[in-house]
């Protein structure tokens, strides 16, 4: 009866890591790399996440179609068209910087995902408050 037991725990125990290895790979299989914008478009067709600076001077939103446009400027000072049809993020007409998720396809960024990060996180606190 013992070495039922230990066989039985010796089971659950490779089960359990076949469990865990499974979830870490699938988890990096479904997990979304950081590139440049160069990089993006060098993987077109590749679901990628850029991050960089808003140039909210080439900001167009289509209220109708629910298109919205921008240049994003990556860490390499490389600017990127991107198009990403949704609800525009409330805070994106202030926000600094953001991380868009989705594929370089015909010489833009087609996103699908937009994270914005809040301004209030980089305002320089003035001397003497």
Do not use: W
């Amino acid at each position: 009866m013992g070495v039922s037991v230990k066989t039985g725990a010796i089971i659950a125990v490779l089960a359990a890591g076949a469990g865990i290895g499974l979830s870490i790979y699938a988890f990096m299989a479904g997990a979304t790399p950081y590139v440049t914008a160069r990089e993006a478009e060098a993987r077109a067709g590749s679901r990628v996440h850029v991050a960089g600076e808003i140039d909210h001077d080439s900001v167009a939103f289509d209220l109708d179609t629910g298109v919205l446009e921008f240049e994003l400027v990556d860490e390499e000072g490389v600017r990127m068209p991107v198009v990403f049809e949704g609800v525009k993020p409330g805070n994106f007409d202030s926000a600094p910087t953001a991380s868009v998720a989705g594929e370089f396809v015909d010489g833009r960024f087609h996103a699908t995902d937009i994270k914005t990060q809040c301004p209030s996180k980089y305002e320089s606190v003035e001397e003497g408050s």
